[in-house]
């Protein structure tokens, strides 16, 4: 079976090449299992940072729109407390003439 010692060499050449090719298919199964798994986390990011993105722009839309509200909300607040100063300072009047 083997005569020489170079036979003895090409089958240990031999073994050692299947062994390392099967390591690198092992290899790049891994890798590509590993990609794959990278892929989908990205595209689980985008799709969070896409709807936070559409969340703040209806945010900042309200917001835009809502200083007119706020603005008409502030003076009738103040109205109003100007109403209830005027009533409390004609209260504390009538109270100190008596």
């Known amino acids: 079976m083997f005569e020489t010692s170079k036979d003895v060499l090409n089958l240990v050449l031999a073994a050692a090449v299947t062994i390392f090719t099967i390591f690198v298919c092992w290899l790049l199964y891994y890798l590509i299992s590993i990609i794959g798994t990278s892929r989908k986390i990205v595209q689980d990011v985008q799709s969070l940072v896409k709807s936070l993105e559409e969340t703040l722009k209806a ?38 003439k008596k």
């Open 59 to 96: 945010i900042k839309d309200k917001v835009g729109q809502s200083p007119g509200a706020f603005l008409s909300l502030i003076n009738g607040v103040s109205t109003v407390v100007d109403y209830i100063k005027k009533k409390k300072d004609k209260k504390n009047t009538n109270s100190k």
